[in-house]
């Protein structure tokens, strides 16, 4: 079975930009989870995704967004790039299990954006 | 507010040797945990998990046990071997409206040397 894929894997923007970035979750997977990775933050939750509807976000600007199609495939965008914006952002997916039990997560390798 | 914390940032063991890290949370609402590797440049993969209603769970080298009383869980890998270097997440999920959410830890860096 494949793993999570995540493109592009590495990106360079200046401040003002915006940037998409895009999630393939494994198959069957109904939940996609975003996450920011930076030296000072650790792992950060940005929001989840299950069939088209967030359900959950975390403490981020509105500049954070995101939206997730009918194959469960999932894009995060950020508007108007700032320098501290440059982290890794990982995408997992999990199969969401019925009744709110909780479930594995499985990350994909992430997408290195650089903001100048 | 930091639910999850991993207050050793680092670990260096023999190979061979025993290692054991160290997750401590805060949220008596989490009920269930995972633990995570991680090399640079690559997403976290996924080790072991454990739930609350368990206190130990094994799966090869590693071993997770929780003890929910002191809000303490930890992570044996026996024996270490030179690929378990890495970074090592415990992360906790299970609080009331939390779907998709994982709390992280700050990691372990992991050393095995010869």
């Known amino acids: 079975k494949a793993g999570v894929t995540q493109t592009p894997r590495y990106l360079i923007k200046t401040r003002g930009q915006q940037v998409t970035l895009s999630c393939s979750p494994i198959?069957?997977?109904?939940?996609v989870s975003w996450y920011q990775q930076t030296p000072g933050q650790g792992l950060q939750f940005l929001f989840e995704?299950?069939?088209?509807?967030?359900?959950n976000k975390g403490n981020f600007p509105g500049r954070f967004s995101g939206r997730q199609f009918s194959n469960s495939r999932s894009e995060m965008n950020v508007s108007t790039l700032e320098l501290g914006d440059s982290a890794l952002y990982l995408c997992?997916?999990?199969?969401?299990?019925?009744?709110?039990?909780?479930?594995?997560?499985?990350f994909g390798p992430g997408t290195r954006l650089t903001v100048l | 507010d930091q639910q999850v914390k991993q207050n050793s940032p680092s670990l260096s063991v023999q190979e061979g040797r025993i290692s054991i890290l160290n997750c401590d949370y805060t949220n008596s609402m989490f009920d269930y945990f995972l633990w995570y590797k991680k090399y640079p440049a690559e997403g976290p993969t996924f080790l072991i998990s454990?739930?609350?209603?368990?206190d130990k769970n094994e799966d090869g080298r590693f071993t997770v046990f929780l003890n929910k009383s002191a809000k303490h869980l930890s992570l044996h890998i026996v024996p270490s071997q030179p690929g378990d270097s890495a970074v090592y997440f415990c992360?906790?999920?299970?609080?009331?409206?939390?779907?998709?959410?994982?709390?992280f830890g700050a990691g372990t860096q992991v050393v095995v040397t010869p």
């Open positions: 454990i739930s609350s209603i368990k």
């Open positions: 997992a997916s999990s199969r969401s299990l019925a009744g709110g039990v909780t479930d594995t997560q499985y």
């Open positions: 198959s069957g997977h109904r939940s």
């Open positions: 995704y299950f069939s088209e509807t967030q359900r």
């Open positions: 992360a906790a999920s299970g609080e009331t409206d939390s779907w998709g959410k994982l709390q």
